[in-house]
């Protein structure tokens, strides 16, 4: 960061720069000289934000923290928000791979930011075997840039245990117990709130009703076991009085906690410390030695694209709060003796299907209730389980906009305006509307569902160090498998669908209408799994690469033990977060579970400081 603080200098500083520093600028307005007249997002961000290069030469040659945090996505944002609140004193450097790009989500960003999502917006930092190439299937990518994929996410935020649910199949029961303490702590660092709570006009009336239904038709949507409004992470702060529905992102509260850390520590005294984010940094692995007492394995570099990072002899923490597969990649570069056999020797995920339906709206249907003149939507969540017991969810989306008698608007204009509207206020951009679907939609109740199976654990699918690759950031192999137990569970959820739509009609069920993806046009009569289903290419919600066990002597596969550390750096300085803790990929968004476990990592390392 250009601007640097007293208590960085004081840090950093072994020459005392910062003794013939006026405190001012030199150059300023034009005068004495232009300055400089080619900027980037991210080299305007490194006045007040990230580490610049003269920055970074002082970290890389007199820096000691306490914490690198590599990431700036879910996981580095938990781990850095719960290891501040333990300790405001704590050095903390985080490394982003990438640059600066979108400020927030993109779906809170005006509709030009949408062309960011899919291919634009992602890399793939592995090669697919032929195997899984021909099969048509792959994993969802990367997002190289600034808070990841906190930037793109669906938002949906279920909780995958509580007082009368376990969605954790083996699970350790000491994760479980962790996990049944953190979700109100995830829910005020993400802002969830379930659905029916949201204090925002576009939650009127058809979220009630949608309630209303699947609760009293939930016997009818074959294999479920549950229903209930969705749990959404808002982008609104949770009992704050400000009304409103965003697309919450970890951006933002990233730059928050960077700018009240550099408030605290220019106060005299320093009431904390700064935090230093340096982006396009990628970090490539990390050097083990044995220590002087034990002669057990500790970390003492940390290499990335910007040169190395002493680890202090093991001093220093690093933070693994990157994606499953980055994560996988580094550990396989790094110690790949000790994780043979372990990492990546498992790999699941979640598969997809969309189904839309909709039908006009009936006084019966309403009954007491009246829609208001203005766009609503709702957000559901039901899940269950298949014959093979394993986990299936429907994220169901509603939308209605009433009918504009007064438009002057041709339809296709109107249909066109209408998809832009909900695009922006859809808890899954993956099941917004399109133009096309909107056209004639209006007085109509749409019901538009993406429901996620997932892939078991007793697949061939696997992620293996690939040592014919020289570039040590994609080294890897990887291998999806959708056996046929998984495709029968897909067959099944999708059936599970169509009951839960023709269960929110209710009596309006014998005039639903689906979209036909063939025709992409509303068809009348009876579901179709072969035109009425889209089912989505890529996985996505991989998990279980480096999976948590209790005792890793006896689970010959698992690469974390119960403290976070990977296998052969149990006395370490090396901490894993993430899904690829997971044992089991569930149906659920792992997003506010991986980030309870990484709440609970900053606990157990940072001691609190009143």
């Known amino acids: 960061m250009a601007h640097i603080t007293a208590e960085v200098l004081s840090a950093l500083d072994p020459h005392h720069v910062s003794a013939v520093m006026s405190g001012k600028r030199t150059n300023e307005g034009g005068y004495p000289t232009p300055g400089q007249q080619m900027l980037t997002a991210t080299s305007a961000m490194s006045r007040n934000c990230f580490v610049d290069d003269n920055t970074w030469r002082l970290i890389a040659e007199n820096g000691e923290f306490d914490d690198i945090v590599v990431g700036s996505g879910f ?58 190439a021909q099969s048509g299937k792959y994993l969802s990518g990367s997002s190289p840039f600034f808070g990841g994929r906190s930037s793109f996410w669906s938002i949906w935020s279920p909780r995958a245990v509580g007082p009368d649910f376990d969605l954790m199949d083996d699970f350790p029961e000491s994760m479980k117990q962790t996990a049944l303490g953190f979700y109100d702590d995830v829910d005020k660092l993400l802002h969830i709130k379930p659905a029916n709570q949201i204090d925002d006009p576009v939650f009127q009336v058809v979220q009630g009703l949608f309630d209303k239904y699947l609760q009293e038709g939930l016997g009818s949507i074959r294999r479920a076991v549950h229903a209930e409004p969705a749990r959404l992470a808002t982008g609104v702060p949770v009992g704050a009085p400000t009304r409103g529905f965003r697309q919450f992102s970890a951006v933002g509260p990233l730059l928050e906690i960077n700018g009240y850390q550099n408030e605290l520590a220019q106060k005299n005294p ?73 990492a990546g020797s498992r790999l699941t995920a979640h598969f997809r299907s969309h189904i839309k339906g909709r039908f006009k709206v009936s006084k019966e249907w309403l009954g007491d209730a009246t829609l208001p003149s203005h766009p609503v939507i709702a957000a559901c969540h039901v899940r269950g389980r298949g014959t093979s017991k394993l986990q299936w969810h429907i994220q169901v989306n509603g939308s209605y906009k009433p009918v504009d008698k007064n438009t002057t608007m041709k339809s296709k204009e109107l249909a066109k305006e209408d998809a832009v509207c909900f695009a922006g ?31 078991p654990t007793d697949t061939d699918s696997w992620v293996k160090h690939n040592k014919n690759n020289p570039d040590v950031t994609t080294n890897v192999r990887l291998q999806i498998d959708v056996t046929p137990k998984a495709d029968t569970l897909w067959k099944e959820m999708e059936e599970s669908t169509f009951d839960a739509v023709k269960v929110i009609a209710s009596k309006q069920a014998p005039t639903l209408e689906y979209w036909n993806y063939d025709t992409e046009s509303w068809e009348a009569g009876d579901p179709s799994t072969t035109k009425h289903v889209r089912r989505v290419k890529p996985l996505f919600h991989e998990a279980s690469a480096l999976y948590m066990a209790k005792n890793l002597e006896e689970d010959k596969n698992a690469s974390v033990d119960l403290n976070y550390r990977p296998y052969g750096l149990e006395a370490g300085n090396v901490y894993v977060t993430g899904a690829g803790l997971l044992p089991t990929a569930g149906s659920w968004n792992p997003t506010p579970t991986i980030c309870g476990y990484a709440q609970d990592l900053a606990k157990k390392l940072v001691t609190e400081v009143a």
């Open 75 to 132: 996981c580095a944002l938990a781990y850095i928000d719960q290891a501040l609140r333990q300790n405001r004193h704590r050095k903390i450097l985080l490394l982003e791979r990438g640059g600066f790009w979108l400020p927030d989500h993109f779906q809170n960003l005006p509709l030009p930011f949408q062309f960011a999502v899919h291919s634009v917006s992602e890399t793939f930092p592995w090669e697919l075997t032929h195997k899984t």
């Open 270 to 342: 320093p009431a904390g410390r700064p935090v230093m984010i340096a982006t396009d940094a990628i970090v490539k692995g990390f050097e083990v030695e044995p220590t002087n007492d034990d002669n057990k394995l500790v970390a003492r570099v940390l290499h990335t694209s910007r040169g190395p990072l002493s680890l202090r002899s093991g001093k220093t923490n690093v933070i693994l709060a990157t994606g499953v597969i980055p994560t996988t990649t580094i550990l396989m570069n790094s110690i790949p003796d000790q994780l043979q056999g372990r």
């Open 425 to 455: 206020l859809a808890a899954d951009y993956g099941t917004t509307l399109t133009a096309e679907q909107w056209d004639g939609s209006q007085g109509y109740i749409i019901i538009s569902c993406s429901t996620l199976g997932e892939l």
